[in-house]
């Protein structure tokens, strides 16, 4: 008899658990090793593998299941590994259609990856944090060798197989000070669906060579913000100038997620981005062992709900240290969230970032509270066209046309000159597009 259906959830999988072959500076997963002393296997054994696919199949209620791969570095495992993956899918899939989503450094991708990822409709996800200089800052190997070359040749067999991917950029102090550049770049090299995830960690003051040296939000005085995170200023500008250039030329044709999470917000959607939601504890993540934590950014002792082998998804996810621990995102928000404007598109953003306080010194505010309240903003007026668009049934990139109109209005003319981008949005001169005509 199969398991009684739980709501849909997702589960972050680390078949290599924090194993890498790189050392970036600001991962905050490498040093999960100390939760494992005892292990010298970080692969996932067979038998926790299979346990896995079998009961997270059966336990989603729908006709879709993807499973997301990450690390660590799973490609460590092999195309081997995924093969048994894929084998053990196929075995208990039982009439529902199965997914694979990997998350990659990229630099171990070879002909064999890639004709691998091709083969059974891999969607994968490419670690890069912009042009090489920027990249190489942090994102190193174990000796400490830079790894842009490596991953722009891994970016090269994922287009030269025709394997989905996107991008994930990581925004740290230095990086998120370059937004024209990054962004011009990730177009260039190919990209259509970008990430921007923002790093927000807080150290120790004085870890214990077997401690966690990077505390949780809620962890006791002594520990500050690590000199990598990113700062609330720089993240908001980051994101209201790409917004501002992706607007006005990139609607429909590039798919930025925060932009995609956002006008779904506009449209009274759920946001598709479990930071924005307004509870969570629905997005876990799994380690090699088979231990469940509460969520990927929680993957400390106080949040290990059980592990697969020996208890069920169901009284794992429903368990009251999870149920409580999604309830508490949307509980223990202070007043000035409450009563905040925009709180309809952040919900208070990631309980993990929320170690500032507010104005009146109520604890609990996003550290990137200003960064968000500035850039939901700033978009309000064109989300709320391109919302206006979508119920009519046309086409939000029509706000591409509709601020070119207005920008010629403000500047005296009702038509483009000659030389100028066309109205149309086909990226020609107007004198070689819809001009032609006149």
């Not at 002393?37 to 299979?50: F, G, K, T, Y």
């Not at 934590?293 to 059980?306: A, M, N, Q, T, W």
């Not at 104005?359 to 509270?369: A, K, N, R």
Request: net charge neutral; glycine share 8%.
């Amino acid at each position: 008899m199969h398991p009684p259906m739980l709501s849909a959830f997702h589960v972050m999988t680390k078949p290599t658990g924090p194993l890498c072959n790189l050392d970036c500076t600001y991962c905050f997963y490498l040093e999960k090793s100390k939760l494992y002393p005892d292990a010298s296997d970080w692969r996932m054994p067979d038998a926790v593998l299979e346990t896995y696919i079998r009961d997270y199949i059966r336990s989603q209620p729908g006709p879709e299941v993807t499973f997301a791969w990450q690390g660590g570095e799973p490609t460590l495992l092999g195309v081997d590994y995924f093969r048994r993956v894929v084998e053990l899918q196929v075995r208990y899939a039982e009439g529902k259609r199965v997914a694979n989503a990997l998350q990659t450094n990229g630099t171990r991708l070879n002909d064999d990856w890639g004709a691998f990822l091709a083969e059974h409709g891999f969607l994968v996800g490419v670690s890069i944090d912009g042009p090489e200089k920027i990249h190489d800052r942090f994102r190193v190997d174990r000796g400490h060798r830079p790894t842009f070359a490596k991953v722009m040749r891994g970016i090269e067999v994922l287009q030269r197989h025709r394997v989905d991917f996107n991008t994930l950029t990581v925004l740290h102090r230095h990086n998120a000070k370059r937004p024209v550049e990054i962004y011009a770049f990730l177009k260039e090299i190919g990209s259509t669906h970008l990430q921007f995830i923002p790093i927000v960690e807080r150290q120790a003051q004085h870890a214990q060579d077997d401690a966690l040296g990077l505390v949780l939000p809620e962890s006791a005085a002594g520990a500050g913000l690590t000199p990598w995170s990113v700062l609330p200023e720089d993240y908001g500008q980051f994101l209201v100038t790409v917004f501002d250039t992706w607007v006005r030329q990139d609607v429909g044709k590039t798919y930025v997620q925060i932009f995609d999470v956002a006008l779904a917000a506009y449209l009274g959607l759920p946001p598709g981005l479990c930071v924005f939601n307004e509870t969570c504890g629905l997005g876990l993540a799994l380690e090699h062992n088979g231990d469940l934590y509460s969520c990927d950014h929680y993957v400390y002792p106080e949040y290990l709900l059980g592990n697969i082998m020996t208890q069920s998804f169901e009284a794992m996810v429903h368990a009251p240290l999870q149920e409580r621990f999604g309830q508490d995102k949307r509980d223990a928000l202070p007043r000035y969230c409450l009563e905040c404007d925009v709180r309809f598109a952040c919900n208070g953003d990631c309980p993990k970032h929320r170690i500032a306080t507010t104005p009146d010194g109520e604890p609990g505010l996003s550290h990137l509270c200003p960064a968000y309240k500035r850039f939901f903003k700033h978009i309000g007026p064109a989300m709320r066209f391109m919302a206006n668009e979508i119920r009519q049934r046309r086409a939000p990139a029509n706000i591409m046309r509709h601020l070119q109109q207005e920008a010629l209005l403000a500047a005296g003319r009702r038509e483009p000159l000659p030389n100028d981008a066309c109205l149309c949005g086909s990226g020609r001169k107007f004198k070689k597009c819809c001009g032609r005509a006149g």
